[in-house]
């Protein structure tokens, strides 16, 4: 192939499987004539993570390594490697093996066939039951509240061409939700069935936390739904008060209130005090992102590069 490949890995923790990662990006490198570059990303890691992409940046002059200053998170990882990244196709695998790099030579053929993206659309996960339906319940709400189409069960396993991530990288969002803005942009796209395979060796760095902070960034990024939410609850509240204020009108001009109202005040004080808290945290939502887009701070913080 002519086209200068760059594969774009973010790495957590991976100092023990790193060498299986790059055999197995290697194989395929030889086996298609591959013009790479190798971005990899140490976002944060705890373990000796960068000290093993310096050693493998001497067996393969390919690398180019960034160590970012501490964990900033997957999305954000990828996106400093996009960055960096000078390819006409460009992938994104993850570190685990999950992504098989021995995809990649199929998802290019889609480029080649006049695609802009290809994106993976896993089947057969390996994770757990629970964890299987917390993903597949997710992703039909996305699409449920989404102002965009994003297929359900696509991750950031992808390759697109240059002009696409040109693109992506004029969204200077805080918070980037990355299959998102690759839905948004547009092009020519097309999905992918893939076996995602189990992880290699080790633990997700992905914590219900992060999980949750993702699924945040996707609905509030990419969907208004949550803010007019607001004003459908805040209708049935009105009409209900009505109703039910006609209904205390009623039964006061008959004579047949007593003093015995406690329950009943009791049920609508929780009920409008709850719904005026989930409204409140909705709209909080929003504008702590607006927050966080007008600090205009530097999404990530670089404290050392390799072959940059």
Known sequence: MSKKISILVPIYNSAKFMDKLLEAIEIERKAHNWNLELVLVDDGSKDKSFEKIEELAKIYPYI???????????????????????????????????????????FFKYLDDGYDVAYGIRKNRKESFLKRMAYNGFYKVLKAMSDIHIPIDSGDFCVMKKQVLDNMLKLQEQNPFLRGIRAWVGFKQIGVEFERHARFDGKSGYTLKKLLKIAMDGIFSFSTAPIRLITILGTIGFVFACVYSLNVIYHRLNGDIDVKGFATLTIIISFFSSLILICLGIIGEYIVRIYDEVRNRPYTVIERTINL
């Open 64 to 106: 180019k390594g960034i160590k970012l200053s501490k964990n900033f998170g997957h999305q954000i990882a990828v996106k400093t490697a996009m960055h960096h990244s000078t390819g006409d196709y460009i992938a994104v695998i993850d570190d685990d093996l999950q992504d098989p790099p021995s995809q990649l030579p199929g």
